[in-house]
Nanobody, 126 residues
Framework: QAQLVLSGGGSVQAGGSLTLSCTVA????????VSWFRQAPEKEREGVAA????????YYADSVKGRFDISQDSAKSTVFLHLTHLKPEDTAKYYC???????????????????WSQGTQVTVSS
């Protein structure tokens, strides 16, 4: 089972940008589905982006498409989530996840994943 270490997060004004990093401690790093999720207070955890590390193919939720970008640095076993054009409704605790049950064909749902990072808070003020 992999271990995930998340870094980044913080507070930013609307329209600003942040980058989150998820380092995947697994050998080998390749050929796994890594997704980013977020959870706002009193809301369900939702997937926002995913990447299949083997090919680099990416997937996004409609709510973040065109504003968030998921990428990877294979040499550093790290997946990034670049958050741009942030809105107050993006305020949430963000997580990365892997060890997905089934194929990597969308951002997935929380029940699909068995390995999670600690969360990091992203707060967007208007």
């Amino acid at each position: 089972q992999a271990q995930l270490v998340l870094s980044g997060g913080g507070s930013v004004q609307a329209g600003g940008s942040l980058t989150l990093s998820c380092t995947v401690a697994r050998n080998p790093y390749s050929r796994q589905c890594v997704s980013w999720f977020r959870q706002a207070p009193e809301k369900e955890r939702e997937g926002v982006a995913a990447i299949w590390t083997g090919s680099g193919k990416t997937y996004y939720a409609d709510s973040v498409k065109g504003r968030f970008d998921i990428s990877q640095d294979s040499a550093k076993s790290t997946v990034f989530l670049h958050l741009t054009h942030l809105k107050p409704e993006d305020t949430a605790k963000y997580y990365c996840a892997t060890d997905r049950i089934g194929a990597c064909f969308d951002v997935g749902s929380p029940d699909d994943f068995s390995t999670w990072s600690q969360g990091t808070q992203v707060t967007v003020s208007s």
